[in-house]
């Protein structure tokens, strides 16, 4: 491997990390070529800088970091009644003959698992395990339009060639998961290169539909992508206080609580 420059190693060790949640000193150090006593160094200016926590022979994301980015795998693993019970709620919103954007995630990645049954459908989506999934759905008609760009590391295609993509599309109905949302600041991810696709998804549909379970309320990403205003619909679980769900429905009037 030729020699990579400090900084772009510690943006690299940070993606490692980002993805897997936590990361070894050995493995790291064998997979830049460098001693540990490299390693060590760069995990400690990440810690310094509030990126990482140190633990022993290693380091891991920083609990409930605005940042913390977990992989597709690791997300896929949580609140599986609720994501299941939310995406089968969903799957009643289209109809043969529909055009829907999906966002890269595991709710709509649930999602699309129903939507396999629903024939006459196109689906755009910036997420190739999404794509991949509907390619040989059971039934007639189905289209898949699958953006270009690069992979983040939640598994979604963004750049360039995604924007690009959804600009020349406009779709009966976008389906989107996010990272988090909140009264203050919306809709939100770690991932600054999701901004700009998540927003045109938006910007490109005639009806937003918001997939979020109860645990994403509250949980702030680094980047805005909207306010909850540009979402018509909110399908989430039961699990919100009533508080919360008054709070909510001042700014999405139409809010369905799925029995996870």
């Known amino acids: 491997m030729s020699e990579i420059l400090p900084g772009r190693r510690r943006q690299l060790i940070l993606e490692r990390v980002r993805a897997a949640g936590a990361a070894k000193v050995a493995d790291l150090a064998q997979e830049f070529g460098v001693s540990d006593m490299t390693v060590r160094r760069d995990l400690n200016r990440l810690v310094k800088d509030g990126e990482l926590n140190k633990v022993h022979g290693g380091a891991e994301l920083q609990s409930g970091s605005s940042a913390d980015e977990p992989g597709f795998q ?4 949580l609140q599986l009644p609720e994501k299941a019970a939310i995406a089968t709620a969903a799957a009643k919103l289209v109809e043969p003959g529909m055009s829907v954007s999906l966002t890269s995630g595991t ?3 649930a999602l699309a698992r129903a939507l396999r049954q629903v024939p006459r459908i196109t689906v755009v989506t910036n ?9 040989d759905a059971p039934v007639e008609g189905q289209t898949v339009l699958l953006t270009g760009g690069m992979r983040t590391v939640s598994d979604a295609l963004v750049g360039p060639l995604a924007t690009a993509s959804i600009a020349s599309l406009h779709v009966d109905r976008c389906f989107m998961g996010v990272h988090g949302f909140s009264i203050e600041d919306g809709l ?3 991932n600054m290169m999701e901004v700009d696709v998540n927003r045109l998804f938006l910007e490109h549909s005639n009806n937003n539909v918001l997939l979020a379970d109860h645990s994403k309320f509250g949980t702030k990403g680094l980047y805005r992508i909207a306010e909850l205003d540009a979402i018509d619909t ?3 679980d039961d699990g919100l206080s009533l508080a919360d769900v008054d709070a909510i429905s001042e700014h999405i009037h139409d809010l369905r609580l799925e029995k996870a």
């Open 74 to 77: 690791s997300k896929s693993q």
């Open 107 to 109: 709710t709509t990645f």
């Open 127 to 135: 997420s190739p395990r999404i794509a991949d999934l509907l390619q």
């Open 188 to 190: 939100s991810t770690p």
């Open 234 to 236: 909110l399908i989430t």
